[in-house]
């Protein structure tokens, strides 16, 4: 069986579940809420570009293995297909921490569907795994990089997971935890 790539897509969707939620910066003919099964959201990439440096190192969101993760779903038209797909590499695959991969998504509709995401690299030295609440709060208060601070990061994706409907107790203790820290 043939591993399947964005060029085998017929339709083009794309999965977005922390920063691409709501900075999507590519054309898109329709947004909607779905799941990615296989996959769950996890703050398990260190950032040494985005929201952090080499030597103040932040934490962003990866797909990480096991599970589903819900987000949204972008269908990209035929005519904005090759510019969507050259901008998402040039923003997802700067280090390579990110896997380009299709997976499985179901839309609210119940509709089923191919999608285009980025995954995290087990393998690579940026994938920092498992994180605690308190490691994360102490990694990702101060950091920042070319995108702006870590915390403005988590903050978003924690609100943009609320809007979506969804109860992540991990993302509300860091989000609590992360502005106990800002006040302090």
């Given at each position: 069986?043939?591993?399947?790539?964005?060029?085998?897509?017929?339709?083009?969707?794309?999965?977005?579940y922390?920063?691409?939620?709501?900075?999507?910066?590519?054309?898109?003919?329709?947004?909607?809420?779905?799941?990615?099964f296989?996959?769950?959201?996890?703050l398990?990439?260190?950032?040494?570009?985005?929201?952090?440096?080499?030597?103040?190192?932040?934490?962003?969101?990866?797909?990480?293995?096991?599970?589903?993760?819900?987000?949204?779903?972008?269908?990209?038209?035929?005519?904005?297909?090759?510019?969507?797909?050259?901008?998402?590499?040039?923003?997802?695959?700067?280090?390579?921490?990110?896997?380009?991969?299709?997976?499985?998504?179901?839309?609210?509709?119940?509709?089923?569907h191919?999608a285009?995401?980025?995954?995290?690299d087990?393998?690579?030295?940026?994938?920092?795994?498992?994180?605690?609440?308190?490691?994360?709060?102490?990694?990702?208060?101060?950091?920042?990089?070319?995108?702006?601070?870590?915390?403005?990061?988590?903050?978003?994706?924690?609100?943009?997971?609320?809007?979506?409907g969804?109860?992540?107790?991990?993302?509300?203790?860091?989000?609590?935890?992360?502005?106990?820290?800002?006040?302090?």
């Open positions: 069986m043939r591993k399947l790539t964005v060029e085998h897509m017929p339709d083009l969707w794309v999965f977005g922390a920063s691409l939620m709501w900075r999507p910066d590519f054309q898109y003919a329709h947004r909607t809420r779905a799941t990615l296989g996959y769950h959201r996890a398990c990439i260190t950032s040494y570009e985005h929201r952090g440096t080499r030597q103040r190192p932040g934490l962003v969101m990866g797909l990480d293995r096991g599970g589903s993760c819900v987000g949204i779903a972008y269908q990209v038209t035929q005519d904005d297909r090759h510019a969507a797909i050259a901008y998402l590499r040039e923003r997802e695959l700067i280090t390579h921490v990110y896997k380009e991969v299709v997976g499985h998504i179901r839309l609210d509709d119940g509709s089923k191919l285009l995401t980025y995954v995290a087990q393998d690579h030295e940026q994938y920092a795994g498992k994180v605690d609440v308190q490691t994360a709060v102490e990694r990702v208060h101060g950091a920042v990089g070319r995108a702006g601070p870590n915390e403005d990061y988590v903050l978003n994706t924690s609100a943009h997971i609320r809007e979506l969804i109860r992540d107790h991990w993302m509300e203790d860091l989000e609590s935890r992360l502005r106990q820290a800002m006040a302090s």
